[in-house]
Structures are given as C-alpha cells and as structure tokens.
C-alpha cells in the first residue's frame, strides 16, 4: 500500500473537519441539488425554475438521495445530518483532485521533491479547499473528474481520461468542455510523436470508450426523473445558449465578475499579484493552458457569467505556477528583481490570512439564517406551526414534512406562525433563538454578508392577532 505523505492527510483532516460547519448556500445550485435529492429519497418536491424546465441532470442528486436513505436509516433523519454526508462525501472527493494535480506535477517533475510538498501544503491549508470545494456546487463536484482527466493524460490512461471527463460532463454540461480540452491534447501529443495510425486508433478509441460510456451512464437518472434519456442537456442549452431565456433572467454580465472570484478567493490584495503569475505561467506550460483553453473560451463566450465558473479553474492556474518555477521559466526574473526576497513574505502573509479567515468563515455560517433554520428543526417539527421564510428560498429539504410553508409576509397571522428574518416582521413576535448579529450598526451588515456569502437571520415565533 502506497505511504501518502502527511500534507494529504493533513488536507483531507482539514476539510471533513470543517463539513459540519457549511451550513449557508455559497450559490442556489446547492440548494437545488439538495432539493433534488430530497425529493428522490422522499417523494416531496415543490417545484421550481430547474424543476419545471429541467435544467439539471439528475445523477449526482439522485446519487446523494442514497446518503439521505442512509442517514434516514441510522435514525439521523435531519437537513444537517444530510449535509454533514453529503459535504464528507465531495470534501473527500475534492481533496483527491488536488491530490491528482499534485501527483501530476510529480510525475512530471520527479527531482523536484521540495516544490511537490510546497504544492501540497498549499492545497491542504488553503481556506478555500474546505469552505468552496467541499460544497454541493456543480463546480466544485466537476472539478475533481477534471483533475483525474488531467492526472490520467500526463500517465497515459487514456480510458480513464476519457471517464473522467464524462463524469465532469454530466455532473455540469459546461465542464464538457474539458472532453474537447483532453481530445485536443491526445491529438496533439499523438502528432508531436509522429505516431502510426494504429496508435491513433487505439489511444481514441480507449479515450472515446471511456466517455462515451459515462455520458451514457449520466442519462440514466434523467429518464427515472423526467422520462427521457439525457433530457436535461438539450434542455440546459435551450436555457442558456446565448440570446436564450438565462439573458433575459439574469442579464449580460460583464468579465469583471470574474475578476470578483479571485478577489473573494485571494483577497483584492493578493488577487492581482496571483493571476498575474499564473497567466504569465500558463504561457511557458503550453499543454496545460491548452487543456483550459476550452474551459475559458466557453466561459468568456457565454452571456451568463457569475464569480463561481472559475471555481474549477483556480487549482489549475496554481499548479501552473508550480510547473512554470520547476521548468525554470522564473530564473532570470527572480535573478533579475529578487523575487525570493519578497515572495516567501508574500506567501507567510497568506499563510497566516488563511488561519484567520478560516475560523471567520466557520463562524460566520453558524451566524447565517440558513443555519438558525437547521438548527431549529427538531423544535419546528414540535411546535409545527405555519412558516414563512423571509431569508432564503425555501425546499422541502429544511422543513419538516406536513408543516405549511411560504415566502409571503402576510399582513398578520391567523395562527401560531414561525418566521426566519432578520428583524421581527411584526410586533407580537418573540425569539426563537439568538440574535447572530445583536447590535451590529446597520452598516456592518452588508458588509458581513459581502465577507462572508452568507446572510444572517433568526427565527421568531409570532402569535395569531
């Protein structure tokens, strides 16, 4: 059995540690996949936007439906039992995509023993691995198959090349683009090696075998779930091809979103000085900005652009870095503008932020309304009054089964009513529980769900009138 070095258990101890603590959506697609799930494993679904137009393949949902069978068979029949399974299981998928990337470097690098741990540690104790890539985001679930894919080509696996990319596939049709990237590189690689065709066929066909039998796979939940193989990806392009309904919904966003992304990820400071090694890296590592050429371009080219699509991108751009310093496309800078001088303060200061942001961002989702609703289950389903959210979109998930729920405030209630808000919507209410944000000036709390992507709020119990 293969010894792993102690940056990958420190990694993988990190981010299931840190599962129990995500509790506030970073994005809606996590609300719907587990809202998919739910109804696979309940029978309960309330309809919405992706439901009724079905946007979503349905394999990764109807996958997690097992962990709630699951839980619901040890007696842990609660929304943050679910998600505590559900996080454990993508914190340890996820950690192993940044192992394969690591492991890739060191394939192809294999003298550069010091720089494959520096990379290592980078990815286990940067804040973001626990916190964004252990989530039910499409992003963060396609992004390890990536990964694999990338691993799989730098060792000439090419049938699980080709698996890997079409689990990315269908786990976010846009990911699909990652096939193209692999396809390219084979081909190129092939004819860098004046290989005889006999080498084209079998290297294509392993590679073509191996995501033709995933995308296969991938359709297979979607015929349970809506009655047609594969229905969700003409639907999905239907709905977001440009000129589509998504622009219409969500309005043309400009590339400065995507910039926001590493702001969020490296902080406004750091976030500059990162992208600007990493592109200027990516042009000495030509396969590796060819297998995220595809990626960019689809993503530069669509009008719907959110800070999440490059998500997948950013372990790449850091692995990028790594390569570019091992080749020694750095060496005559570094001679030239001492970079080690300021560099290793550079990197402690970032090492030293992500012991600080971390515990804010743990903390902060303990503070969300979100996490006041999960916590107040069992109570819920004591009291079982009426509910109305005035925070979050409501799922069948979150809510105990038989209780009436909405997202309208009424005037007043007829009867006992428990609402999720920041203030108290009407004068006969009480707390359910505590105040996350007691008596914070108005002010700091934009900014504190800027910070930290959540939104905070409490339950209130409020009597009939």
């Given at each position: 059995?293969?010894?792993?070095?102690?940056?990958?258990?420190?990694?993988?101890?990190?981010?299931?540690?840190?599962?129990?603590?995500?509790?506030?959506?970073?994005?809606?697609?996590?609300?719907?996949?587990?809202?998919?799930?739910?109804?696979?494993?309940?029978?309960?679904?309330?309809?919405?936007?992706?439901?009724?137009?079905?946007?979503?393949?349905?394999?990764?949902?109807?996958?997690?439906?097992?962990?709630?069978?699951?839980?619901?068979?040890?007696?842990?029949?609660?929304?943050?039992?679910?998600?505590?399974?559900?996080?454990?299981?993508?914190?340890?998928?996820?950690?192993?995509?940044?192992?394969?990337?690591?492991?890739?470097?060191?394939?192809?690098?294999?003298?550069?023993?010091?720089?494959?741990?520096?990379?290592?540690?980078?990815?286990?104790?940067?804040?973001?691995?626990?916190?964004?890539?252990?989530?039910?985001?499409?992003?963060?679930?396609?992004?390890?198959?990536?990964?694999?894919?990338?691993?799989?080509?730098?060792?000439?696996?090419?049938?699980?090349?080709?698996?890997?990319?079409?689990?990315?596939?269908?786990?976010?049709?846009?990911?699909?683009?990652?096939?193209?990237?692999?396809?390219?590189?084979?081909?190129?690689?092939?004819?860098?090696?004046?290989?005889?065709?006999?080498?084209?066929?079998?290297?294509?066909?392993?590679?073509?075998?191996?995501?033709?039998?995933?995308?296969?796979?991938?359709?297979?939940?979607?015929?349970?779930?809506?009655?047609?193989?594969?229905?969700?990806?003409?639907?999905?392009?239907?709905?977001?091809?440009?000129?589509?309904?998504?622009?219409?919904?969500?309005?043309?966003?400009?590339?400065?979103?995507?910039?926001?992304?590493?702001?969020?990820?490296?902080?406004?400071?750091?976030?500059?000085?990162?992208?600007?090694?990493?592109?200027?890296?990516?042009?000495?590592?030509?396969?590796?900005?060819?297998?995220l050429l595809p990626y960019l371009a689809g993503h530069l080219w669509t009008p719907h652009r959110e800070p999440r699509f490059m998500l997948p991108v950013t372990p790449?751009?850091?692995?990028?870095?790594?390569?570019?310093?091992?080749?020694?496309?750095?060496?005559?800078?570094?001679?030239?503008?001492?970079?080690?001088?300021?560099?290793?303060?550079?990197?402690?200061?970032?090492?030293?932020?992500?012991?600080?942001?971390?515990?804010?961002?743990?903390?902060?989702?303990?503070?969300?309304?979100?996490?006041?609703?999960?916590?107040?289950?069992?109570?819920?389903?004591?009291?079982?009054?009426?509910?109305?959210?005035?925070?979050?979109?409501?799922?069948?998930?979150?809510?105990?089964?038989?209780?009436?729920?909405?997202?309208?405030?009424?005037?007043?209630?007829?009867?006992?009513?428990?609402?999720?808000?920041?203030?108290?919507?009407?004068?006969?209410?009480?707390?359910?529980?505590?105040?996350?944000?007691?008596?914070?000036?108005?002010?700091?709390?934009?900014?504190f769900s800027r910070w930290f992507r959540i939104r905070p709020g409490r339950l209130w119990a409020c009597n009939s009138v």
């Amino acid at each position: 059995m293969r010894r792993f070095p102690a940056w990958f258990w420190t990694g993988l101890g990190v981010r299931l540690a840190c599962t129990p603590f995500l509790l506030q959506w970073f994005h809606p697609d996590e609300r719907q996949t587990l809202e998919f799930a739910h109804g696979f494993a309940h029978g309960r679904l309330t309809p919405f936007l992706e439901s009724d137009l079905h946007l979503r393949n349905q394999t990764v949902p109807w996958l997690f439906s097992w962990l709630i069978r699951a839980a619901d068979g040890l007696g842990l029949s609660t929304p943050w039992a679910w998600l505590v399974l559900i996080h454990s299981l993508l914190a340890v998928v996820s950690w192993l995509g940044f192992w394969a990337l690591v492991e890739s470097f060191r394939v192809e690098f294999p003298k550069h023993e010091r720089l494959t741990r520096i990379l290592g540690w980078s990815f286990a104790l940067f804040w973001a691995g626990p916190m964004l890539y252990s989530r039910q985001l499409l992003e963060a679930v396609s992004f390890p198959f990536a990964a694999f894919a990338w691993l799989a080509y730098h060792k000439r696996r090419h049938f699980g090349e080709g698996l890997s990319l079409g689990i990315a596939a269908f786990t976010r049709y846009p990911s699909a683009l990652w096939a193209i990237s692999g396809f390219w590189l084979e081909s190129i690689r092939l004819a860098r090696e004046h290989a005889p065709a006999r080498d084209w066929a079998r290297v294509i066909s392993k590679f073509g075998a191996g995501l033709g039998i995933m995308i296969a796979f991938g359709g297979v939940a979607d015929w349970f779930a809506y009655g047609k193989w594969m229905e969700s990806a003409p639907a999905y392009w239907t709905f977001n091809r440009p000129g589509g309904p998504v622009a219409g919904i969500f309005g043309n966003d400009s590339l400065a979103v995507y910039y926001r992304w590493f702001e969020f990820v490296f902080t406004p400071w750091l976030a500059p000085v990162f992208l600007g090694i990493a592109f200027f890296s990516l042009t000495k590592r030509r396969d590796l900005l060819l297998f995220l050429l595809p990626y960019l371009a689809g993503h530069l080219w669509t009008p719907h652009r959110e800070p999440r699509f490059m998500l997948p991108v950013t372990p790449f751009l850091a692995l990028a870095i790594a390569e570019a310093i091992a080749s020694g496309a750095f060496d005559g800078i570094r001679t030239r503008f001492g970079i080690r001088v300021w560099a290793r303060p550079l990197i402690t200061a970032h090492i030293a932020l992500n012991f600080v942001w971390l515990p804010m961002h743990l903390w902060a989702q303990t503070q969300s309304a979100q996490a006041a609703l999960i916590f107040g289950y069992h109570e819920l389903a004591r009291v079982r009054p009426d509910f109305i959210s005035g925070e979050d979109p409501l799922i069948d998930a979150l809510i105990p089964p038989g209780i009436p729920f909405s997202q309208t405030l009424t005037d007043a209630p007829s009867r006992l009513t428990w609402v999720l808000a920041n203030k108290s919507p009407w004068k006969n209410c009480e707390a359910v529980n505590r105040s996350p944000l007691p008596d914070w000036p108005a002010v700091v709390r934009p900014s504190f769900s800027r910070w930290f992507r959540i939104r905070p709020g409490r339950l209130w119990a409020c009597n009939s009138v």
